[in-house]
Antibody, heavy 117, light 108 residues
């Protein structure tokens, strides 16, 4: 079945870096674009970044532009989010989601990133 | 940036009743690229409606979406106990992609 599984979250100090992974299975990974979305504790959803199926197009929300980098390895069926210079405000559950063309479907289960000293 | 405002913030109803959730956009959502998601506690969001009114695969027909331009509605015709969770709207037509702040459906 179609599945996305995020990993790489954890506790990290402010100013440090972390790389999240999103492993895909059950479909042709190279045929789809993907998004990263985060949700701070008790808060709503915030779209962060998008990468097209072949990696040729990337888009970011302003709050992470220059600090976060989305990438993918089609040979490993994996999407990544490199997060640098992390701040307390980046504490959230991070989700990857497949681009549906008009929405996001499906989503992974999420991975928690906590930025704290 | 297109700002989506959902109302009400919390909706108190009983099982079997009809729920009407609103999502208003600060500017026209192009091509009706408006989606609705359901999020249960501790779980990822699940796509319910895309293109303003198309049900996603496997979504019960008690869920329906309507609206255009700046005003959109999610209707749940007969509430089941598992429907009392949080719902988000999302616009996909403008950059950046944005979400509403959510509506919590609670049991009255």
């Amino acid at each position: 079945q179609v599945q996305l599984v995020e990993s790489g979250g954890g506790v990290v100090q402010p100013g440090k870096s972390l790389r999240l992974s999103c492993a895909a299975s059950g479909f042709t990974f190279s045929g789809y674009g993907f998004h990263w979305v985060r949700q701070a504790p008790g808060k709503g959803l915030e779209w962060l970044a998008f990468m097209s199926y072949d990696g040729s197009n990337k888009y970011y929300t302003d709050s992470v532009k220059g600090r976060f980098t989305i990438s993918r390895d089609n040979s490993k069926n994996t999407l990544y989010l490199q997060m640098n210079t992390l701040r307390a405000a980046d504490t959230a559950v991070y989700y990857c989601a497949r681009d549906h063309g008009e929405a996001f479907d499906p989503w992974g289960q999420g991975t928690l990133v906590t930025v704290s000293s | 940036e297109i700002v989506l405002t959902q109302s009400p913030g919390t909706l108190s109803l009983s099982p079997g009743e009809k729920a009407t959730l609103s999502c208003r956009a600060s500017q026209t959502v192009s091509s009706n690229y408006l989606a609705w998601y359901q999020q249960k506690p501790g779980q990822a969001p699940r796509l319910l409606i895309f293109g303003a009114s198309s049900r996603a695969t496997g979504i019960p027909d008690r869920f329906s979406g309507s609206g255009s331009e700046t005003d959109f509605t999610l209707t749940i015709s007969r509430l089941e106990p598992e429907d009392f969770v949080v719902y988000y709207c999302q616009q996909y037509g403008g950059s950046p992609i944005t979400f509403g702040q959510g509506t919590r459906l609670e049991i009255k």
